[in-house]
T-cell receptor, first 112, second 112 residues
Framework: DAGITQSPRHKVTETGTPVTLRCHQTENHRYMYWYRQDPGHGLRLIHYSYGVKDTDKGEVSDGYSVSRSKTEDFLLTLESATSSQTSVYFC???????????FGSGTRLTVV | DAKTTQPPSMDCAEGRAANLPCNHSTISGNEYVYWYRQIHSQGPQYIIHGLKNNETNEMASLIITEDRKSSTLILPHATLRDTAVYYCIVRSMGTGANNLFFGTGTRLTVIP
């Protein structure tokens, strides 16, 4: 989607290796989010950020860490990837008002 | 945030109006109704939102009942590209980030 990009789009990694996913926005929005989507579970919030260096946990944060050193970038790190973290990861952004979230195109991560 | 109930699937003939219902009987006074859709393997897309008045934009119309316990998303002239999973979400507005609870949504299939 315009204004938000995720990288990489696809990644295959081995169990136990660290992985970092990047979300980049050009909208100067305050809030950024990381979700994962799995069959039967819908979208679940991992972590979110409400400003530079301000982050908080979502409902499925175990095994994940995040960092936001600049307004435009929100990084999601899997310190030691496990097969249960195989999923599609979506980043989203939102502003201060009542408008909806804008989602990225997703990153398909496979941990083998 | 209040939870929502949607039928798991619906069909609609191409060119006809698609009416997608949503039940949110526990909605509170400061919660808005949002609709998103997710076309296969893409990130969710914001469609429309409202508080208590009916709303219309270039994509759809949102009809909210007077007691606000249910709503209907209307796609006036469904096309094949409207085939997607549609999510109804209720969300309160505060000063901080707001998590969107997506649930499982309604899978709409537009039939030629």
């Amino acid at each position: 989607d315009a204004g938000i990009t995720q990288s990489p789009r696809h990644k295959v990694t081995e169990t136990g290796t660290p992985v970092t996913l990047r979300c980049h926005q050009t909208e100067n929005h305050r809030y950024m989010y990381w979700y994962r989507q799995d069959p039967g579970h819908g979208l679940r919030l991992i972590h979110y950020s409400y400003g530079v260096k301000d982050t908080d946990k979502g409902e499925v944060s175990d095994g994940y860490s995040v960092s936001r050193s600049k307004t435009e970038d929100f990084l999601l790190t899997l310190e030691s990837a496990t097969s249960s973290q195989t999923s599609v990861y979506f980043c989203a952004i939102s502003g201060q008002g009542f408008d909806g979230y804008t989602f990225g195109s997703g990153t398909r991560l496979t941990v083998v | 945030d209040a939870k929502t109930t949607q039928p798991p699937s619906m069909d609609c003939a191409e060119g006809r109006a698609a009416n997608l219902p949503c039940n949110h009987s526990t909605i509170s006074g400061n919660e808005y109704v949002y609709w998103y859709r997710q076309i296969h393997s893409q990130g969710p897309q914001y469609i429309i939102h409202g508080l208590k008045n009916n709303e219309t934009n270039e994509m759809a119309s949102l009809i909210i009942t007077e007691d606000r316990k249910s709503s209907t998303l209307i796609l006036p002239h469904a096309t094949l590209r409207d085939t997607a999973v549609y999510y109804c979400i209720v969300r309160s507005m505060g000063t901080g980030a707001n998590n969107l609870f997506f649930g499982t949504g309604t899978r709409l299939t537009v039939i030629p």
